[in-house]
């Protein structure tokens, strides 16, 4: 949330393409990119980020349309790689602000997009569905989508032509040989592709620090095998109700086991619903049961999957780890599978959520142990499989921490692309491509806007500051009575305080506080006395100073002015 100098040159008279990161890169979450050329613009992703923890009530982050705004004659479509949050999670804002823009993706993820913004009440949402292989055109934009492979079924790479040259954009991916679905990335279009030329590619970030192959989907598999091989009680599978592979593996595990298989949850069954649909789920005949059901059954013979790996306080998981859920309570016999790991900024919630599934005395697994999770994203090889399929001539490492994106740029350098064409670009930053030249050559805004409770109301970091101010040093609110006929203040102020003084401290220094006002507002004139945001102010800047005098503290304070 650092305040940043913008400088927007304009745009060239030749022929160009821009590729500006709004979000995504110096931290994991709110991925979108802009790609603007002389007449089109497309905004690859448009995701959301969970808060830190010291962002106190602030629901979601998304990030700021300004640069789109400014050149909303020019929006044509966003291109969707995928249907995680962190890509699709800020469409409903962004729809709320440019209504009617193409949101293009592969059918699983338009579900998603869909299951997401119920909420909002968008209405019917501008959905355009494709399928991997598939071109579409908007201007003189055209945008191919290549299968590969993630945690979520319908993952695509960004093959996106320019009059100026090829954009690759790889989305979130890694590369499995044996994939669940039997479909590993579409290799012969990668090689296409780079064999065409590319200008400049963007790629994964995530796991650049990891040496090495990240794991086949498989692995879990064998897993879920050794798991449901030793597990005597019940089985609950908690994983992304996106994870399509993840589900596969629970409905065949559950199949070889002799088990029957409940989804809990709107979000799963959604999923479960569409997946089915779509052809991205075999489901055996019989081996569905209502959550309802399960009760009937022997321990021996259920497996329940359900949502909540991020300690979401809502989510199923949470709710049966405090026994508040209405239709699943936890017994000591059964085997928890946290199938995931915890997104940057959950830890703390999933640990607590995890620390009440062992006071119930289930048995829990979690995280990489016995590997019943698997990263959805390339390791360092994989990440050089692709650099050296696609070889860009300019490389842009996104999805990442700064550190992630600098390790990711120097493994490109590895593969021959010039170390001056790699750029470690943060939010905002705008980098700008002619047939002359390929550099950095402006920032515009890549900062943060603040969503809470309902998401109807974007919020300033001025009521970030105070919620902040409030849980460090309380509140103070000073109540001043004036008489609107005698133009002067009825009796002395009413000072009332939640967590700013210490106990023994508290009343003499309230009754300090009280004269204190009094003392001041007598020196105000009439006039000063009649405008009640005056009053307001000099009441505030009083207490504030000469609490922090007293206290050292920077308590909130609300004067509340009444006329009588
Ligand atoms: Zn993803
Ligand atoms: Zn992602």
């Not at 994991?28 to 613009?41: K, Q």
């Not at 919630?349 to 005395?361: A, D, K, M, Q």
């Not at 990263?375 to 090889?381: D, L, N, V």
Request: aromatic residues 6%; charged residues 25%; contains cysteine.
């Amino acid at each position: 949330m650092k305040t940043q100098s913008i400088s927007v040159p304009k745009a060239p008279k030749e022929p160009f393409v821009r590729i500006v990161p709004l979000g995504g890169c110096g931290e994991i979450g709110r991925n979108m990119t802009v790609i603007e050329t002389n007449d089109d613009l497309v905004v690859v992703d448009c995701g959301l980020m969970f808060p830190d923890e010291e962002m106190f009530g602030v629901d979601i982050v998304i990030n700021d349309f300004s640069y789109v705004r400014e050149r909303v004659h020019k929006l044509r479509a966003v291109l969707v790689t995928h249907g995680h949050e962190d890509h699709i999670g800020g469409i409903p804002y962004f729809l709320r602000e440019f209504p009617n823009t193409p949101i293009v993706g592969t059918a699983i993820t338009g579900a998603l997009i869909k299951a997401k913004s119920r909420e909002h009440k968008l209405g019917e949402m501008p959905l355009v569905a494709v399928a991997p292989g598939d071109r579409v055109r908007y201007g003189e934009i055209e945008a191919e989508f290549v299968h590969i492979n993630h945690s979520v079924a319908g993952a695509c790479s960004l093959a996106i032509r320019t009059p100026s040259g090829t954009i690759f954009h790889t989305g979130d991916f890694k590369f499995d040989q044996t994939p669940i679905d039997g479909r590993p990335a579409d290799f012969a279009a990668l090689a296409r592709i780079g064999e065409e030329g590319v200008l400049c590619m963007l790629a994964d970030s995530t796991n650049a620090e990891r040496p090495g192959h990240t794991q086949s989907e498989r692995v879990v598999g064998e897993a879920f095998t050794t798991i449901f091989s030793k597990a005597t009680g019940r089985i609950l599978i908690v994983s992304f109700a996106s994870n399509v592979p993840r589900i596969q593996q629970a409905i065949d595990h559950a199949e070889k086991f002799g088990r029957k298989i409940a989804f809990l949850g709107r979000s799963m069954n959604n999923v479960l619903h569409f997946a089915r649909e779509h052809g991205h789920l075999r489901i055996p005949p019989d081996i569905l049961v209502k959550i309802e059901e399960v009760g009937a059954l022997r321990a021996d013979q259920v497996v329940v999957m359900t949502t909540g790996s991020q300690g979401e306080p809502m989510s199923g998981l949470s709710r049966m780890s405090v026994r508040d859920h209405p239709k699943f309570a936890i017994d000591p016999g059964d085997t928890i599978v946290i199938s995931a790991t915890p997104i940057p900024g959950n830890e703390k919630s999933v640990y607590r959520t995890i620390n009440n599934l062992y006071r119930l005395g289930a048995t829990v697994i979690h995280g990489n142990e016995g590997r019943a999770h698997v990263s959805g994203h390339a390791s360092q090889e994989e990440l050089l499989l692709m650099l050296n399929l696609i070889r860009p001539e300019y490389f842009i490492p996104v999805h990442g921490e700064y550190r992630m994106l600098v390790t990711h740029g120097r493994l490109a350098t590895k593969t021959g692309v010039h170390p001056e064409s790699v750029f470690v670009i943060e939010n905002g930053d705008i980098v700008e491509f002619t047939a002359d030249y390929g550099d950095k050559i402006g920032k515009t805004y890549g900062g943060m806007v603040l969503v809470d409770g309902t998401g109807l109301g974007e919020m300033g970091e001025a009521v970030l500051r105070d919620r902040k101010m409030l849980s460090h040093d309380g509140i103070v609110t000073a109540v001043v009575a004036i008489d609107a006929e005698e133009v002067q203040t009825i009796g002395v102020p009413d000072i009332v305080t939640r967590g700013a003084f210490y106990e023994p401290e508290s009343e003499e220094l309230i009754e300090h506080l009280r004269s204190h006002l009094s003392a001041m507002l007598a020196t105000l004139s009439s006039d000063a006395l009649r405008d009640t945001n005056s009053v307001r102010e000099h009441v505030r800047a009083t207490l504030a100073k000469e609490i922090f005098s007293r206290t050292r503290r920077r308590p909130v304070i609300v004067p509340i002015v009444i006329e009588a």
